[in-house]
């Protein structure tokens, strides 16, 4: 079965920081993507990046990037510049064929 | 403007009647699905559609039903709903399905908040 596992429920930074949150995954697929969701206060799902498992080079989208580690099966999301905007649930997911895969979300909070 | 509509947006009922959530997409997406949110477990697939009447389960299908007679609809059908089903539901949709080297990103809808009593 395919999982999606990130290990931190809850995080901080300090506005204009920078702030990691972390994902493993496990699946024995070897095409399939990964994604960073934003859920805001609103509930909306909001795509905030993606990464192919077939492209070596980390997607970047602004202040967000990714560090894709394809053998040791993670994709940890990195915001930089960190904004009072930014605070939300973020969710890591995989998708293989056609399925996808949550994992159970990291709440970020930003300190003025 | 392109978008996922999902009605209605909150829905309070009883054990064991019948009740419809629908879902509709103007982007001519071929791939639809459904999933539920509940605290500390993320979003999980309960059915998907590749076009239509094509449906396959996903992670969770117990206790849920999905037609796909028309491109553009996605309906959520819940028989006998129970406690355990209060959750919040998204639809979802994309160009296509499948894996491959192609992307097609997933547009979420608004969000159905289900309380079964």
């Known amino acids: 079965a395919q999982t999606v596992t990130q290990s931190q429920p809850e995080m901080s930074v300090q506005e204009a920081e920078t702030v990691t949150l972390s994902c493993t995954y496990d699946?024995?697929?070897?095409?399939?993507?990964l994604f960073w969701y934003k859920q805001p206060p609103s509930r909306q799902m909001i795509l905030v990046i993606r990464?192919?498992?077939?492209?070596?080079q980390n997607a970047t989208e602004n202040r967000f990037s990714v560090n894709f580690q394809k053998a040791a099966k993670s994709f940890s999301l990195k915001i930089s510049d960190s904004q009072l905007g930014d605070a939300a649930m973020y969710f890591c997911a995989y998708r293989t064929g056609n399925q996808f895969y949550f994992g159970t979300g990291t709440s970020l909070t930003v300190i003025p | 403007e392109a978008q996922v509509t999902q009605n209605p947006r909150y829905l309070i009922t009883v054990t064991g009647k019948k009740l419809t959530v629908t879902c509709s997409q103007n982007m001519n997406h071929e791939y639809m699905s459904w999933y539920r949110q509940d605290p500390g477990l993320g979003l999980r697939q309960i059915y998907y559609s590749m076009n239509v009447e094509v449906t396959d389960k996903g992670d969770v299908p117990e206790g849920y039903k999905v037609s796909r007679k028309e491109k553009r609809n996605f309906p959520l059908i819940l028989e006998s709903p129970s406690p355990n089903q209060t959750s919040l539901y998204f639809c979802a949709s994309s160009l296509f399905g499948g894996g491959g080297l192609t992307y097609n990103e997933q547009f979420f809808g608004p969000g159905t908040r289900l309380t079964v009593l």
């Open positions: 990464q192919e498992a077939y492209k070596q």
């Open positions: 699946t024995s697929e070897s095409d399939y993507y």
